[in-house]
């Protein structure tokens, strides 16, 4: 009797454990950032709030750069664990930083550290799951990222009104300890049999979905990169026009994620909030990620490329209309209690909206044409997306400090926002075209 499933549900809960713990240590910036600017002593500014996210994101695009290419040579488990030890790590040194210096480099390095859960996934993925499973599995573990991040703003947000924010730091750095102990033991490189999944495991009337998955398999064991170098790798990226549009997309998406970091901060001086309301309430935006990302488990793999390509077109204009609607807001003279309900509606419809485009397609396209080279191919996707997310940091935290304010913040996502509905169409659009090409051959 086969001992596929049990094998892969221990690889999937420990990549989710594992991820989440990634996550919460680079999440505690954003949950401290609202103390760090109420702590006096400290004596920062949102400037510099912006700088630790803008820089932190710089250490994202290194750490994709580094791990990457890692993972495609040392395997996922140990690009893994590295990181979530290294992310416990740096997360204490945060709290113990005694400077904007101190607080900027580490910041740059724990983003940098929690660059290699992704890739480290991504090959782990690839062993294990079958082609035809990708966006399901996907979809499940990306919601590690959003959930951990929730509970965590909750219960951290919860602790920072009774407890000094350096104690909160270190408390989140023990979890991420315990959880790697616990993967290091039950997280496993590969499966010891090579036909692990050669068989097709799901079976579907869908003609269309059936030949789709039959060439997915027969591209994970026959692929065209299969025994070339990393540089020849590259060079075939940097050849093709599906990859260049994939980057596109990501990058914007990735700029429009990036609000994140600033709601917090953003409902604390809009509604006069107390750091710790403004650092609970900031949740809804990765409340409203992840009931996208689990709406996203039902329908993807379910749906040809066409339909995911209006689904996710959809979506993003869902996007633009939520941010419309913060920017024209206080417009409508609303009650300041109808204000603020409107306003978080807004922000969980946008988080909502932009998830499912954010981490699936760019994923599973990497496993898919990036084969023996996946790792590398979704860092370097993920690259040029932390780089333009920098950018925006930069410029956001000016933008909000600036006689506009926060007027000017948001003129800056609906423009970004509405070059968002443009990329994702196009990418999805060339995948479709991709689909039936192999279909008609």
Same mark, same amino acid.
């Not at 221990?10 to 680079?26: Q, W």
């Not at 709290?95 to 991504?122: D, E, I």
């Not at 633009?320 to 009650?335: G, H, M, R």
């Given at each position: ?16 454990? $594992? ?75 945060? $709290? ?95 499966? @010891? ?15 269309e979905l059936a030949i789709a998955s039959k060439q997915a398999l027969n591209n994970r064991y026959n ?113 300041? @209690? ?29 496993? @898919? ?52 509905i443009i990329s994702v169409w196009a990418f999805m659009h060339s995948e479709y075209k991709a689909a039936?090409?192999?279909?008609? @051959?």
């Amino acid at each position: 009797m086969s001992n596929r499933p049990p094998q892969q549900l221990n690889i999937i809960i420990s990549m989710y454990l $594992g991820y989440a713990a990634m996550m919460i240590c680079r999440q505690m910036i954003t949950i401290l950032s609202p103390a760090l600017l109420a702590d006096e002593a400290l004596g920062l500014t949102k400037t510099n709030i912006g700088d630790f996210a803008a820089y932190g994101t710089l250490g994202a695009l290194v750490g994709k750069l580094i791990w990457g290419p890692l993972a495609d040579k040392v395997g996922g488990r140990f690009t893994f664990l590295i990181g979530i030890f290294l992310t416990a790590v740096f997360i204490i040194a945060f $709290g113990l930083s005694p400077n904007v210096m101190a607080f900027t480099g580490f910041s740059f390095l724990l983003y940098c550290t929690k660059s290699s859960g992704w890739p480290g996934m991504t090959k782990l993925i690839g062993e294990w799951y079958h082609p035809q499973h990708y966006g399901r599995v996907w979809s499940i573990l990306a919601t590690s990222s959003r959930l951990s991040v929730v509970l965590a703003t909750l219960l951290f947000g919860w602790l920072l009104s009774f407890m000094h924010w350096q104690a909160v730091a270190f408390i989140a750095a023990a979890f991420a300890l315990i959880i790697f102990s616990g993967c290091y033991f039950y997280l496993k490189e590969k499966p @010891e049999d090579p036909g692990f999944f050669k068989n097709n495991e799901a079976r579907t009337d869908n003609i269309e979905l059936a030949i789709a998955s039959k060439q997915a398999l027969n591209n994970r064991y026959n692929h065209p990169l299969r025994g070339t170098s990393t540089i020849d790798g590259l060079v075939a990226f940097a050849k093709s026009p599906r990859v260049w549009l994939v980057v596109i997309m990501l990058m914007v998406l990735t700029c429009m994620m990036a609000f994140l970091d600033f709601v917090s901060v953003y409902l604390m001086e809009s509604y006069q909030l107390t750091p710790s309301q403004a650092a609970m309430a900031s949740t809804v935006f990765p409340v409203g990620s992840l009931i996208g990302l689990l709406a996203s488990i039902a329908f993807y793999d379910r749906f040809s490329k066409k339909g995911i390509r209006t689904v996710l077109t959809i979506a993003l204009m869902l996007s633009l209309l939520s941010v419309l609607t913060l920017k024209y807001l206080p417009l409508f003279d609303l009650s300041a @209690e109808l204000n603020y309900l409107v306003a978080l509606i807004a922000i969980f419809l946008f988080a909502f909206s932009i998830s499912p485009a954010y981490y699936l397609p760019m994923s599973i396209f990497s496993i @898919e044409y990036g084969g023996p080279h996946s790792a590398t191919l979704v860092c370097l996707i993920d690259a040029f997306g932390f780089a333009a997310s920098a950018t925006f940091a930069f410029i956001g935290g000016r933008l909000a400090d600036s006689s506009g304010g926060w007027s000017s913040f948001m003129n800056m996502l609906i423009l970004i926002s509405a070059v968002g509905i443009i990329s994702v169409w196009a990418f999805m659009h060339s995948e479709y075209k991709a689909a039936n090409r192999v279909v008609t @051959e």
